[in-house]
């Protein structure tokens, strides 16, 4: 079983939907990422959270500490937010990946 | 300022030889972690490196070992290259505790035939 588990693992959206990608993890945590990865491998750090709630522009972050859960929202989706999107947990230093949620936002 | 910069980008190697990697990270960091990625999956960790030790380490043959320097940057050093170890090798950089951004590279995509 995977320490990390990310759903839905394929998402197609029509421009200026509202999306969520779920993540779950099993392992106790000192922090969690979401990560963007754009086709050629670049990954780029969209949040770092430890609790609550954290919002960029039209993503939203948000975590259950207690539950072990967490959720990214986009708002007003795009379709250069296409991209493959990635929940990371980090417990005494050492990361733990989903295979990530790859997003197609259609024009 | 320079983010997380790694080299080189792509490289073919044959079964059996011997690869290096290098990262330098984003200025001001003093922690670098690797990481494997096969093609349509996720990242694995390797390991990572904080005050030219291996702070921690994940599931992965000793094979793969590395190394840090004093001024932070990384080697990522595999021995007897299998073909399964063809993959995108990330590096990322950050500074204090895990609570900090981290920085990714571009990455190096190795090809083992």
């Known amino acids: 079983k995977n320490e990390v588990e990310q759903s839905p693992q394929n998402l197609t959206a029509q421009e200026g939907e509202f999306i969520t990608i779920n993540c779950s993890y099993s392992v106790g945590i000192s922090a969690l990422h979401w990560l963007q990865q754009h086709p050629g491998g670049g990954i780029v750090s969209l949040f770092m959270l430890s609790s609550g709630k954290k919002k960029h522009g039209r993503l939203i972050a948000t975590i259950n500490i207690q539950e072990k859960h967490s959720s990214l929202h986009i708002t007003a989706s795009h379709p250069r937010d296409s991209a493959v999107y990635i929940c990371?947990?980090?417990?005494?230093?050492?990361?733990?990946f989903g295979s990530g949620t790859k997003l197609n936002v259609k024009p | 300022d320079a983010g997380v910069t790694q080299s080189p980008t792509h490289l073919i190697k044959t079964r059996g030889q011997q690869v290096t990697l290098r990262c330098s990270p984003k200025s001001g960091h003093d922690t670098v972690s690797w990481y494997q990625q096969a093609l349509g999956q996720g990242p694995q960790f390797i390991f990572q490196?904080?005050?030219?030790?291996?702070?921690q380490r994940g599931n992965f043959p000793d094979r793969f070992s590395g190394h840090q320097f004093p001024n932070y940057s990384s080697e990522l050093n595999v021995n007897a290259l299998l073909l399964g170890d063809s993959a995108l090798y990330l590096c990322?950089?950050?500074?204090?505790?895990?609570?900090?951004?981290?920085?990714f590279g571009e990455g190096s995509w190795l090809t083992v035939v």
């Open positions: 990322a950089s950050s500074s204090g505790g895990p609570r900090n951004t981290i920085y």
């Open positions: 990371a947990v980090v417990n005494f230093n050492k990361f733990y």
């Open positions: 490196y904080y005050e030219e030790e291996e702070r």
